[in-house]
């Protein structure tokens, strides 16, 4: 495959994200106003409680069987470990950078979440229809990248939603109550002066306080924790709706009477897949909107874009490589060059668009994400192309 043929097929689902939200930057114009703020948030709810949840559980409908999870068990794990590593890459760049509070759950969540959905299902069947691919007949290439793909934005998905999301909706939340705090120390009496804190008893048992005071925050933390995971914001739409998915794939009952072209509910199906598709082009107009308003006055540092660049274009693929190729040596993985190939793309990939979802449903980083959002992708096309490259050659 020429280097000019392989930076047109990753270019071109990049060029596709570009292109819609620049539709949804005109359609958010003062003098166009289709797509202000209210439109904005109710096609965000939207997104979040029918076309997300239609989506996932669709797709993985579709593709899971017991005989595809005895062949593609790593897959999960292997976007676990994508997440699991980008947080702490997350946690480095907010670290460096000094990230204000309200903007740290964005931080991690760009870091450690991937577009696993729409780039995936836009890449591989454009990269098995590329002449010299060396994934075989571009039909049965197509078919299992298909296969593929759909595993790993409905595992992506439940990962998302049950992680990130809680992520940023505590980050979100523990901002505001800091805000509280903050005005409400403004209004409190101070009761003891200067001379009064100075005739307080001393402090000879120092140590035996520091102890108290250290296991008290060790206390208030994990209580603070278990307060904020919430069963129910845990299992979000989007969850609940890959269960549903997991749940028709996997009992033949349910499977043959909804998947496939003789199945007799086989509408229903039909009806989730058809509003699953308005789900990406929501997203993506919805960020359009945000980047508009984002650009306009969003005052994001530098350092932190740069740094979620390079956790994501740079540092997780290196990662990735280590990881993909120490479990194909061990046997975890089945030789299977298309599979090694999608395994290795998703440590490569630009930040989930749906991060701009639970911003606009929190409140919190909405524009920083837009920006955070438009120099990601700019660069996506070199980054994928670059990094599509060196994973071809290594499974070729």
């Known amino acids: 495959m020429r280097l000019l043929d392989l930076f047109i097929s ?10 819609v939200t620049a539709i949804g930057s005109f359609l958010a114009l003062d003098r166009i106003n289709i797509l202000g703020e209210d439109a904005r ?4 709810i939207l997104v979040f409680f029918v076309f997300n949840p239609a989506l996932v559980s669709s797709n993985l409908a ?39 509070q309200h903007l740290r759950g964005l931080v991690g969540g760009c870091c450690a979440a991937g577009n696993l959905g729409n780039m995936l299902l836009i890449i591989i069947p454009a990269v098995c229809k590329e002449k010299g691919s060396p994934f075989g007949a571009p039909d049965v290439c197509h078919t299992y990248g298909l296969a593929y793909a759909s595993l790993s934005m409905a595992v992506g998905a ?27 120390s ?11 804190h100075a005739s307080l008893p001393s402090t000879r048992f120092e140590g035996e306080a520091d102890q108290v005071a250290i296991s008290g925050q060790i206390k208030q933390h994990l209580g603070m924790f278990l307060r904020n995971i919430d069963l129910k914001r845990l299992f979000a739409p989007a969850t609940i ?48 909107g945000n980047l508009l308003h984002g650009l306009q006055g969003s005052g994001i540092q530098k350092s932190l874009v740069v740094g979620i660049i390079v956790a994501r274009y740079i540092a997780l693929p290196l990662i990735g490589i280590v990881i993909v190729k120490g479990a194909l040596h061990f046997g975890l993985v089945h030789p299977n060059p298309l599979y090694e190939f999608v395994l290795l ?7 989930a668009m749906n991060i701009g979802t639970m911003t606009q449903l929190f409140g919190a980083g909405e ?18 192309t670059l990094w599509s490259t060196v994973f071809l050659w290594l499974v070729a």
């Open 241 to 288: 709706g890959a269960i549903v998915g997991f749940v028709v794939g996997l009992v033949p009952q349910i499977r043959k009477s909804m998947i496939g072209e003789a199945a007799p509910l086989r509408v229903i199906q039909d009806t989730a897949s058809l509003l699953g598709d308005g789900a990406i082009p929501a997203v993506t107009l919805i960020l359009g």
């Open 41 to 44: 948030k109710h096609l965000n």
């Open 186 to 196: 403004i209004c409190k009496d101070p009761l003891l002066s200067s001379e009064d």
């Open 62 to 100: 579709k593709t899971i069987t017991y005989e595809s999870m005895v062949k593609l068990w790593f897959m999960p794990i292997n976007i676990l470990i994508t997440f699991v590593i980008g947080s702490a890459l997350g946690w480095v760049v907010i670290q460096i950078t000094r990230t204000p």
């Open 10 to 19: 990753a270019s071109i689902p990049v060029l596709e994200v570009l292109l």
């Open 345 to 351: 793309l998703q440590f490569a990939l630009p930040p």
């Open 367 to 384: 524009n920083e994400c837009s920006v955070i959002m438009l120099w990601t992708y700019a660069l996506a096309s070199i980054a994928l």
């Open 158 to 184: 439940v990962y998302l939603w049950s992680y990130v999301y809680n992520i940023v909706r505590i980050s979100s939340s523990k901002s505001s109550r800091e805000g509280e705090i903050n005005n409400s």
